[in-house]
């Protein structure tokens, strides 16, 4: 069982309905073999996004999403994952910049997101050639193109 929890920051004008995150993170979910997760996304402006990503990563400008995953105590078993918090404007901006479908950039965010709510990662090479095609694959059966063609 999935329970998404969507906050808006942002007016809600160009951004996908719930509906398509929940398609996102659950396929995301289904490929990665969950079966049960909860998870809260945030969508925020510019402000809220260059303020967050100072304070958890010291860098001084919003960035497209930002994943916190939970850190639960030893021996307590929850389905919670923990929060991604997405940049309206920076998705908005990256998608025309990349000539991208809005939509499309926004399901990619969501499903890179989640998997480092998973765990995964791509600072090394490896992981990160791992960890794009687990996207690749994600996004191919949501009749999503290749984000990094």
């Not at 929890?5 to 289904?30: C, K, M």
């Not at 960035?63 to 908005?92: H, M, Q, R, W, Y």
Request: with cysteine; hydrophobic share 45%.
């Amino acid at each position: 069982m999935l329970q998404l929890h969507l906050s808006y920051a942002v007016a809600r004008a160009g951004i996908p309905a719930a509906v398509s995150f929940r398609r996102w993170v659950a396929a995301t979910l289904q490929q990665q073999r969950r079966r049960s997760a909860e998870l809260s996304i945030r969508l925020v402006d510019g402000a809220e996004g260059r303020e967050l990503n100072q304070q958890y990563r010291g860098k001084d400008y919003a960035t497209n999403v930002l994943s916190f995953p939970v850190e639960l105590p030893p021996g307590i078993k929850l389905p919670l994952l923990g929060d991604l918090v997405i940049c309206a404007p920076v998705v908005a901006r990256e998608a025309a910049e990349q000539d991208k479908k809005l939509r499309d950039h926004y399901a990619h965010l969501t499903v890179h997101g989640v998997l480092h709510l998973l765990g995964h990662d791509h600072e090394i090479e490896a992981e990160a050639e791992r960890m794009e095609a687990i996207e690749r694959r994600i996004l191919a059966g949501l009749g999503i193109p290749d984000p990094y063609a």
